[in-house]
């Protein structure tokens, strides 16, 4: 006989009693804990029970944090149903509501569920306090560590609560005690309670998962390719051992070996900008992209390395191709690659064993629910292709929100449009990127198959979790003999075993809470080292205000000045992104944005500072970032003439900072020395200076892609007129100088082609 939760706050006979989840919840009443339970087990049946006491004992208002926009719905959705609060009264905050109406909504709310960015962009604004807040649960806390808005959060709760209480809830915190205790310090947790599914308490709840390792054998067509690629390696190690860069046991080197030494190449650059530097970031790009394609051959297959080396060829020849891209394309190793794609007739056998499993799945269960996981997109769209011929199976591809080259996102309410079909048996066949790993309510299923083996302990635990939830489940992993499958299998297991090891070492370290009149005296997380912090080393008496552009808020640059104690003032600014004084504005540009905007007309570099001049008696510029000269393969000598041109002709003072904590220490600094040595006001003022006609005739007729400033120019110079260019044929296009058939085709196709919203 099932026994259900009874309180007076929650619906009768609505949330079953388990005695684990009651110990859990217990736990997480005494202080502020990190509960690590398997997914399907009821983490939020544990946030529940704390919510409903908090509220009942201490009053208030609380807070429930995720990361997505559908998890919010889905927990706003479960937390109606199962408590008896007025509907009214448990609120959804996400960027869809207007600020204003959140921070009218905030005063109203008791429960309130909220993507963290939300709630980190209203604390900046200052439209909402947490002073009442009476607990906060922190969904996927694992989240919690470096610039993630959740860390943030956190920090500004215990600084305003009257009484705060954190629960943050996990599958899977990490293999690495120091990201481990990073979420703990992040979240100021006191203790950690871990739950496994061998725990006598949680064993009667777990259905049992059948693990499964099918293997196969890479084909020699595949290999020939293979081999080919490899060559390609060989030659570019070979050229960045001459440069002076060696890589001891090349071959065997990982992704992240490859992304380290970049690292450090970039590094050295500032401080020795020579050209065998240059030569070998150029050459290690190269060599990451078809270290890329070699693992794409050995675990994806032939359609999907075909679609990577459509992109790399795309990327080579478009504007802004890098110079590693097009020396690729035109090297003989990969131009036979490209022609032995076309002529392969074999796929990996993989997606054959794909379909033989998927296939059986239903003739023995024909209601089965079945997820197919893949690493990359292309994958899983031939997947779904291949699983589409197979009659008892409906697949539906379901990936992220990000477009690529002819690769569109879904959005998330094509997202829940999707799960909500796959719950009903529309589709019964998920095939997934890492998208539906983490948090989404998706229905139990019968089998989750792996289409490879993933490196990331968090994300393999993320996967296995969606089956054997409410039945006997079944795992099937694929691996590829003798490649890069095999060692991302043993890497996974091993950060695996490793995590729960140091989850159940720091269950027994952590200290259990004191208490003394219900005030709490002693927590488990280890102090702080004693090192002053680059802010503290700054701090004086006295106010500092900085005002930020809005367009700044995305950044963690204002979260970590209002950290510091700045009052951060955000501002619509239409010169600059942080004024400091009367006199001083700054204009920030990552390593990033700067590059693009030496090359992207809409963004221009000196138009930018010429208004910060104009109106600032001293605009300051901050480059932010390692890399500057690696960014988006531009001519050295460019970037230095443009830096030359900018300080000299413009008269602005540049600094380069490392990241953006970085960059908020130098602004605290520079606002220091204006408002409290120099006694100057804040003050933002002025306005872009308007662009000359003829300069906005050249940006119009450059808005369209594969046209420049100086081919617009050269158009505008020809016909006399935007309306001339626009209604030259095709003809008519190629008399202009230097315009060629790719150019007026673009344009005919933009000026003729239909409009589609």
């Not at 939020?44 to 429930?64: D, M, Q, W």
């Not at 100086?710 to 110079?717: E, F, I, N, S, V």
């Given at each position: 006989m099932t026994t259900y939760i009874k309180h007076s706050l929650v619906r009768p006979d609505t949330v079953e009693q388990r005695l684990y989840q009651l110990n859990l919840a217990g736990t997480a009443l005494s202080g502020s804990s990190l509960v690590v339970l398997p997914t399907g087990?009821?983490?939020?049946?544990?946030?529940?029970?704390?919510?409903?006491?908090?509220?009942?004992?201490?009053?208030?208002?609380?807070?429930?944090?995720?990361?997505?926009?559908?998890?919010?719905?889905?927990?706003?959705?479960?937390?109606?149903?199962?408590?008896?609060?007025?509907?009214?009264?448990?609120?959804?905050?996400?960027?869809?509501?207007?600020?204003?109406?959140?921070a009218e909504m905030w005063k109203k709310g008791k429960v309130i569920v909220s993507t963290p960015q939300v709630i980190e962009n209203d604390l900046l604004t200052k439209r909402i306090?947490?002073?009442?807040?009476?607990?906060?649960?922190?969904?996927?806390?694992?989240?919690?560590?470096?610039?993630?808005?959740?860390?943030?959060?956190?920090?500004?709760?215990?600084?305003?609560?009257?009484?705060?209480?954190?629960?943050?809830?996990?599958?899977?915190p990490g293999s690495k005690n120091e990201k481990i205790m990073e979420v703990c310090e992040a979240l100021h947790i006191s203790s950690v309670a871990v739950k496994t599914e061998t725990d006598s308490d949680v064993a009667p709840y777990v259905h049992e998962k059948d693990f499964e390792w099918k293997h196969v054998k890479l084909p020699d067509e595949l290999v020939n390719l293979k081999n080919l690629l490899e060559k390609v390696l060989d030659d570019r190690f070979i050229k960045l051992s001459k440069l002076g860069f060696t890589m001891q046991q090349h071959k065997n080197a990982s992704k992240r070996d490859l992304l380290a030494l970049q690292k450090q190449l970039q590094s050295r650059l500032r401080g020795d900008p020579n050209t065998a530097i240059y030569g070998a970031l150029s050459i290690l790009a190269e060599i990451l992209k078809v270290n890329h394609a070699v693992e794409v051959i050995e675990t994806q297959g032939v359609e999907a390395l075909s679609k990577y080396m459509e992109r790399l060829e795309n990327e080579a020849y478009s504007k802004n191709g890098s110079k590693a891209s097009k020396r690729l394309i035109e090297d003989p190793y990969i131009k036979q690659v490209s022609q032995r794609l076309k002529e392969c007739e074999i796929e990996?056998?993989?997606?054959?064993?794909?379909?033989?499993?998927?296939?059986?799945?239903?003739?023995?269960?024909?209601?089965?629910?079945?997820?197919?996981?893949?690493?990359?997109?292309?994958?899983?769209?031939?997947?779904?292709?291949?699983?589409?011929?197979?009659?008892?199976v409906r697949p539906v591809r379901f990936v992220g929100q990000a477009s690529k080259y002819k690769d569109k996102g879904l959005n998330q309410k094509q997202q829940v449009e999707i799960i909500t079909n796959f719950k009903s048996g529309e589709y019964n066949t998920l095939v997934a990127t890492s998208v539906a790993e983490e948090g989404l309510d998706i229905p139990a299923t019968n089998l989750v198959l792996f289409y490879e083996p993933v490196p990331s302990e968090i994300r393999s635990i993320q996967r296995k979790g969606r089956t054997g939830r409410k039945h006997k489940?079944?795992?099937?992993?694929?691996?590829?003999?003798?490649?890069?499958?095999?060692?991302?299998?043993?890497?996974?297991?091993?950060?695996?075993?490793?995590?729960?090891?140091?989850?159940?070492?720091?269950?027994?370290?952590?200290?259990?809470?004191?208490?003394?009149?219900?005030?709490?005296?002693?927590?488990?997380?280890?102090?702080?080292?004693?090192?002053?912090?680059?802010?503290?080393?700054?701090?004086?008496?006295?106010?500092?205000?900085?005002?930020?552009?809005?367009?700044?808020?995305?950044?963690?640059?204002?979260?970590?000045?209002?950290?510091?104690?700045?009052?951060?003032?955000?501002?619509?600014?239409e010169i600059g992104d942080y004024v400091l004084s009367d006199r001083l504005a700054v204009e920030r540009k990552t390593v990033d944005d700067f590059a693009s905007s030496l090359i992207d007309p809409g963004r221009n570099i000196f138009t930018q500072i010429s208004n910060l001049a104009r109106t600032y008696?001293?605009?300051?510029?901050?480059?932010?970032?390692?890399?500057?000269?690696?960014?988006?393969?531009?001519?050295?000598?460019?970037?230095?003439?443009?830096?030359?041109?900018?300080?000299?002709?413009?008269?602005?003072?540049?600094?380069?900072?490392?990241?953006?904590?970085?960059?908020?220490?130098?602004?605290?600094?520079?606002?220091?020395?204006?408002?409290?040595?120099?006694?100057?006001?804040?003050?933002?003022?002025?306005?872009?200076?308007?662009?000359?006609?003829?300069?906005?005739?050249?940006?119009?007729?450059?808005?369209?892609?594969?046209?420049?400033?100086?081919?617009?120019?050269?158009?505008?110079?020809?016909?006399?007129?935007?309306?001339?260019?626009?209604?030259?044929?095709?003809?008519?296009?190629?008399?202009?100088?230097?315009?060629?058939?790719?150019?007026?085709?673009?344009?005919?196709?933009?000026?003729e082609s239909e409009y589609k919203a």
């Open positions: 087990l009821g983490k939020t049946i544990i946030a529940l029970l704390v919510i409903v006491s908090r509220l009942e004992k201490i009053g208030g208002k609380v807070l429930i944090l995720s990361p997505t926009k559908p998890l919010v719905e889905q927990h706003a959705s479960f937390m109606k149903n199962a408590l008896l609060i007025p509907e009214t009264e448990i609120l959804t905050f996400t960027g869809n509501l207007p600020p204003a109406k959140r306090d947490l002073d009442d807040v009476s607990h906060i649960t922190f969904d996927e806390a694992h989240r919690a560590v470096g610039n993630y808005a959740y860390t943030y959060i956190a920090e500004k709760y215990f600084e305003q609560a009257k009484n705060p209480l954190i629960l943050g809830i996990t599958a899977s990996h056998p993989k997606l054959d064993k794909v379909c033989e499993i998927v296939k059986k799945e239903f003739e023995n269960n024909p209601d089965s629910r079945v997820i197919v996981f893949t690493n990359y997109r292309y994958t899983a769209e031939m997947v779904t292709n291949a699983l589409s011929g197979i009659e008892s489940g079944r795992v099937v992993v694929l691996n590829t003999k003798g490649t890069r499958d095999e060692a991302y299998y043993w890497s996974s297991n091993s950060k695996e075993r490793r995590m729960n090891s140091n989850m159940r070492q720091l269950q027994e370290d952590m200290p259990a809470h004191e208490f003394i009149n219900g005030d709490h005296i002693k927590t488990g997380v280890p102090e702080k080292d004693e090192q002053k912090s680059l802010f503290e080393f700054n701090s004086e008496s006295g106010s500092l205000t900085v005002i930020v552009d809005q367009r700044e808020m995305r950044s963690t640059v204002a979260r970590t000045l209002d950290s510091s104690g700045v009052n951060v003032v955000f501002k619509t600014l008696d001293k605009p300051v510029l901050i480059i932010e970032g390692e890399g500057l000269f690696t960014a988006r393969q531009l001519n050295p000598n460019a970037i230095h003439g443009t830096l030359a041109s900018l300080s000299i002709d413009f008269g602005v003072s540049i600094f380069y900072t490392r990241d953006a904590e970085d960059t908020a220490a130098l602004l605290r600094v520079i606002a220091k020395r204006e408002q409290i040595d120099e006694k100057r006001e804040v003050n933002a003022h002025g306005k872009k200076s308007s662009l000359l006609l003829s300069e906005q005739q050249e940006y119009v007729v450059s808005s369209i892609s594969e046209i420049g400033p100086k081919a617009a120019r050269t158009l505008l110079k020809h016909f006399g007129s935007v309306e001339a260019v626009m209604k030259a044929d095709y003809e008519d296009l190629l008399n202009a100088k230097h315009i060629g058939p790719k150019t007026a085709a673009r344009i005919r196709e933009v000026v």
